[in-house]
């Protein structure tokens, strides 16, 4: 029996297989590349450590559908932000981005601790709103500090050598 039915169930699974290729191509392809641009959080990287003034930058890039631009808003720990100033706001405003450009929104003097940027915004106007967050933390400044007690310990670490060859070469003459 297998010899008769073997061909048969053969071009059956191949045929099988033609369609769910199809439907693969035909469905789920273009749904991937509907996405018509993307919006992504450049800076702070996640889980970064940065001071109480930092700039966020945020990127657009396009992808296959290419529309040129699109709008997003801003939110820092769950209040919104005005993209352009940086500042709290009561209600959520949003600002115009463009495909290979990026926004920049100044965030100062913020407190000691972990934080969340998140960005929304709508791909297209038949899509939904996406949501892109960032959490990091502001240090106080302590980063600093330690880059400059090592750069003086390393100074007078040099001073003390430079000491201690000219006293050498002063005995051995």
């Known amino acids: ?9 053969r071009r059956g699974f191949a045929a099988l297989t033609v369609a769910v290729i ?4 035909v469905v789920v392809a273009p749904a991937a590349a509907h996405l018509a641009i993307r919006v992504d959080i450049r800076y702070p990287q ?3 450590h940065v001071g109480p003034d930092v700039t966020a930058v945020v990127f657009a890039q ?3 559908a290419g529309v040129p631009q699109t709008t997003f808003s801003a939110s820092l720990d ?3 932000l005005d993209p352009a100033t940086g500042r709290l706001v009561p209600q959520t405003e949003t600002t115009v ?12 003097r913020l ?7 998140a960005i929304a915004y709508r791909p297209d106007t038949d ?3 996406l949501h892109t967050a960032v959490n990091f933390t502001v240090g106080s400044g302590s980063s600093y500090r330690s880059v400059a007690v090592v750069v003086l310990a390393v100074a007078m670490a040099s001073v003390v050598a430079l000491a201690v060859i000219g006293v050498r070469r002063r005995r051995s003459r």
């Open 1 to 9: 029996m297998t010899t008769t039915h073997g061909p048969k169930l």
């Open 62 to 64: 396009q992808t296959l």
């Open 111 to 117: 407190a000691k601790g972990r934080h969340e940027l």
């Open 97 to 108: 981005i463009r495909v290979g450009t990026e926004t920049r929104i100044p965030l100062r």
């Open 78 to 80: 769950g209040h919104p």
């Open 127 to 129: 899509m939904p709103i």
């Open 22 to 25: 199809t439907l693969n191509v």
């Open 46 to 48: 996640p889980d970064s």
